[in-house]
């Protein structure tokens, strides 16, 4: 078992940044792939980003590419999401996910979710 906590969500102006933290606890998160996905009201849950066990591999959303980066500290349990040039069209709330070494850009891919932080952008 894993438990995640994200943290670091919030209110920014557009164009503005935030840093998304998610800590991990239980099983030896080296152990997992990350990822972070996002749901905005009336949409479905989409994917954000996603980061090897090692961190040396990432992939993006093309909606996303350019501007988030995602990385992680395994020593610390904690994986982030670096959030910059923010648009409104990012407001949503972002979770954290955990899942095998093999686990994509597929929200069934993730065995283990956090309870989401909330991220509002202004225009």
């Known amino acids: 078992q894993v438990q995640l906590v994200e943290s670091g969500g919030g209110l920014v102006q557009a164009g503005g940044s935030l840093r998304l933290s998610c800590a991990a606890s239980?099983?030896?998160?080296?152990?997992?792939?990350a990822g972070w996905f996002r749901q905005a009201p009336g949409k479905e849950r989409e994917f954000v980003a996603r980061?090897?066990?090692?961190?040396?591999?990432?992939y993006y959303a093309d909606s996303v590419k350019g501007r988030f980066t995602i990385s992680r500290a395994n020593a610390k349990n904690t994986v982030y999401l670096q959030m910059n040039s923010l648009k409104p069209e990012d407001t949503a709330v972002y979770y954290c996910a955990a899942g095998g070494t093999y686990a994509g850009i597929g929200r069934y891919d993730y065995d283990y979710w956090g309870q989401g932080t909330q991220v509002t952008v202004s225009s």
């Open positions: 239980g099983r030896t998160f080296s152990s997992y792939a």
């Open positions: 980061i090897s066990r090692s961190g040396g591999s990432a």
